[in-house]
């Protein structure tokens, strides 16, 4: 079994920290790990509240309002919470805000793939780029990438999304070698949580998903799971652990003939509830 490492006093950054996934990590992390946790989102409102929600139960937590496509507005956060005098230098960083762009390719508009690329890849990477300097001097960090069975599988309504998360992927790949090669193996970390569909908000906008095999993961449960991975500094982590069978084995031997009769075999399907492609915060 993986040895456990303390969060205790720690500094985390949490991208898209005010809902959802994020929201629930935060709180585990503050509460319960006793971590020091900012939050970084564009909803102030539901920043706050979850800071107030942390708070109230006795752990730390700051609320910094943050677009992650904007790499200034994450430079000046960046400065913010080096100042604080509760907070100083970030150990883990957890890029987690995405939005949803979900729709069929031609009925999408351009404004829609830009936007996803502007949050869902350049976020992403702005994020990592704006607190690796740090960690590099350091010479110690964690960084954690908050994926998606999408990440491995393109599917139908996903041009955008898919397109967003296969990069992250190949980004967060790319750059541990990056590290490797550098001198830093094992001193900056590298976790990949890759979920099936989880239960939160963004399942609202959607008819419910459906498979053969697998049912929408409960938010609590992926909360769990993120974390345990990040305490284990697991390099990738599965939710559900079977689906990492899919990805990393039945992945490669898909062949064209394959596909149809894959598809048949396990029955996966979601639809948006309008036609129309719609944005959602996750």
């Known amino acids: 079994m993986a040895a456990m490492m303390s969060q205790e006093d ?9 809902m959802g996934i994020g929201k629930e990590v935060s709180k585990r992390l503050a509460i319960q790990q ?46 913010e919470i080096q100042a604080h005098p509760q907070l100083g230098n970030v150990h883990i960083v957890i890029c987690n805000a995405a939005v949803l762009r979900i729709g069929e390719c031609l009925d999408m508009t351009e404004k829609d793939y830009k936007i996803n690329s502007d949050v869902n890849i350049l976020g992403h990477i702005y994020t990592v780029r704006t ?20 990440s ?6 996903g041009t955008a999304y898919c397109t967003a998360k296969f990069a992250c992927r190949g980004f967060i790949e790319a750059l541990h ?20 569909f989880v239960r939160t908000n963004m399942i609202d906008q959607l008819e419910e998903p459906h498979s053969t095999f697998y049912e929408v993961v409960p938010l609590d449960k992926c909360a769990r799971e993120v974390i345990d991975a990040i ?14 069978f899919l990805c990393l084995y039945l992945k490669c031997l898909t062949t064209k003939s394959l596909l149809p009769y894959g598809r048949k075999l396990f029955n996966f399907s979601y639809h948006p509830k309008a036609k129309a492609a719609k944005i959602m915060e996750v």
């Open 10 to 18: 720690h500094v985390v950054v949490i991208t898209g920290g005010a």
């Open 34 to 79: 006793k971590a020091k946790v900012c939050i970084l989102d564009v909803n102030e409102k539901e920043g706050l509240n979850t800071v107030n929600e942390i708070t109230n139960e006795g752990g730390v937590a700051h609320y910094f309002r943050c677009d992650v496509s904007d790499h200034e507005s994450l430079q000046s956060v960046k400065k």
């Open 131 to 150: 607190f690796l300097p740090e960690m590099i001097a350091a010479q110690r960090g964690h960084i954690v990438s908050v994926g998606s069975i999408c």
């Open 152 to 157: 491995y599988y393109g599917e139908h309504y």
């Open 177 to 196: 070698m990056e590290m490797i090669a550098k001198g830093l193996y094992n001193k900056i970390v590298f976790t990949s949580i890759y979920p099936y």
């Open 231 to 244: 305490l284990k500094e697991k390099l990738n982590h599965f939710i559900p652990g079977s689906i990492g």
